[in-house]
Nanobody, 127 residues
């Protein structure tokens, strides 16, 4: 069955860096769009970054542009999120999500386009 397992979260100081990983199994990872989303305490879900397809087209939330980098290693079935210049407002539970259908996702910021989510990894940015 499909499994998504996030790791790499933790406590970081403002200005610091963390790299999140999402290990995928149970489907042909290389053919699906994937995304990262986060939920801060008391706030709604924010789509952070993702791929429009199994290729290289990516999107970033304005709040993380220039600081976060998404990547994927199809040979390792793993999605990554490199986070740098972290801010306290980056604190939250970070999830990876698998697109419902293989190929291009027209609106990767809609939850309707995803069918599996990981359990999340907590990121806390604080001095």
């Amino acid at each position: 069955q499909v499994q998504l397992v996030e790791s790499g979260g933790g406590l970081a100081q403002p200005g610091g860096s963390l790299t999140l990983s999402c290990a995928a199994s149970g489907f042909t990872f290389s053919t699906y769009a994937m995304s990262w989303a986060r939920q801060a305490p008391g706030k709604g879900l924010e789509w952070v970054s993702g791929f429009y397809s199994d290729g290289s087209d990516t999107y970033y939330a304005d709040s993380v542009k220039g600081r976060f980098t998404i990547s994927r290693d199809n040979a390792k079935n793993t999605l990554y999120l490199q986070m740098s210049s972290l801010k306290p407002e980056d604190t939250g539970l970070y999830f990876c999500a698998k697109a419902r259908h293989s190929g291009y996702v027209g609106n990767p910021r809609s939850g309707l386009n995803y069918d599996y989510w990981g359990q999340g990894t907590q990121v806390t940015v604080s001095s």
